[in-house]
T-cell receptor, first 112, second 108 residues
Framework: EAGVAQSPRYKIIEKRQSVAFWCNPI?????LYWYQQILGQGPKLLIQ????????DSQLPKDRFSAERLKGVDSTLKIQPAKLEDSAVYLC??????????FGDGTRLSIL | KQEVTQIPAALSVPEGENLVLNCSFT??????LQWFRQDPGKGLTSLLL?????REQTSGRLNASLDKSSGRSTLYIAASQPGDSATYLC???????FGKGTHLIIQP
């Protein structure tokens, strides 16, 4: 089966600009996750979707981050405006039921 | 708030050794526990998933145990190989809470 697809792989922007990331989960996976991984740290959950509904967004900085999952398939994560501390790898994962989460290769974001 | 700690932060051993990576968590009311592997510049690969009702899982040279009462899990790697070199991450819950990982180097 095809894995979780993410794009772009790399993005460089200046602070205060906006940026968007895209994720296509594995077919049939109802649950989709976005994680932020800062260098040297483990990933931190930003938001979890079940189909197109939000299950957990308690750690999403809602003043600047937003995410949507239209039609319960693809998802986009947006940052507006970006801050220097947003430099990180943004990982998307998907899962079905109680099965393990499958991760994409991530988008590496650098803020200048 | 759930916190996950992994010890050691880094480990370097000669090829062929058996080794143990440790993970501890503060809230024993976990849904499940997963061990992942992360290679440089890549996403995470799930190695083993232990449901909260289980005590261990095995896959090839890997064995993971879970002791919910003490808030601990261990990942045992038998007969280590250079290809095992990676960062190993432990995570608990549905929306996963991760430790910082153990950076493992297997010397040829």
């Amino acid at each position: 089966e095809a894995g979780v697809a993410q794009s772009p792989r790399y993005k460089i922007i200046e602070k205060r600009q906006s940026v968007a990331f895209w994720c296509n989960p594995i077919s049939g996976h109802a649950t989709l996750y976005w994680y932020q991984q800062i260098l040297g740290q483990g990933p931190k959950l930003l938001i979890q979707f079940q189909n197109n509904g939000v299950v957990d967004d308690s750690q999403l900085p809602k003043d600047r981050f937003s995410a949507e999952r239209l039609k319960g398939v693809d998802s986009t994560l947006k940052i507006q405006p970006a801050k220097l501390e947003d430099s990180a790898v943004y990982l998307c994962a998907s899962s079905r039921g109680d099965q393990p989460q499958h991760f994409g290769d991530g988008t590496r974001l650098s803020i200048l | 708030k759930q916190e996950v700690t992994q010890i050691p932060a880094a480990l370097s051993v000669p090829e062929g050794e058996n080794l143990v990576l440790n993970c501890s968590f503060t809230d024993s009311a976990i849904y499940n526990l997963q061990w992942f592997r992360q290679d440089p510049g890549k996403g995470l690969t799930s190695l083993l998933l232990i449901q909260s009702s289980q005590r261990e899982q095995t896959s090839g040279r890997l064995n993971a145990s879970l002791d919910k009462s003490s808030g601990r899990s261990t990942l045992y790697i038998a007969a280590s190989q250079p290809g095992d070199s990676a960062t190993y991450l432990c995570a608990v819950g549905r929306g996963l809470t991760f430790g910082k990982g153990t950076h493992l180097i297997i010397q040829p």
